[in-house]
Nanobody, 116 residues
């Protein structure tokens, strides 16, 4: 059974940093594409950043220059480094991974709270 586990969320002051991790285990298949989404109360879930197997990345406009998505293929893990955090970044952050067999999995979500 595949497990996708996120970690690294928490409470931080505005201007601070957090690093989220998303590890996929329990499968013989490695991560093909990875992405981070977020959902704030009352809002729809939105794509924050994505990374392909060839390390092509894309970002939502409001996080460009502040967030960096990366991956460690040996650890089957995707990361999201978040710098210069703002109160409007407060949300539950979800990891989404597509394995090379084409199946997609979601993590359970991790809360990020940025105080002003």
């Amino acid at each position: 059974q595949v497990h996708v586990v996120e970690s690294g969320g928490g409470l931080v002051q505005a201007g601070g940093s957090l690093r989220l991790s998303c590890a996929a285990s329990g499968s013989i298949f490695s991560i093909n594409n990875g992405a981070w989404y977020r959902q704030a109360p009352g809002n729809q879930r939105e794509l924050v950043a994505g990374i392909t197997r060839r390390d092509t990345v894309n970002y939502e406009d409001s996080v460009k220059g502040r967030f960096t998505i990366s991956r460690d293929n040996a650890k089957n893990t995707v990361y999201l480094q978040m710098n210069s955090l703002k109160p409007e970044d407060t949300a539950v952050y979800y990891c989404n991974v597509q394995l090379v067999n084409g199946i997609t999995y979601w993590g359970q979500g991790t809360q990020v709270t940025v105080s002003s």
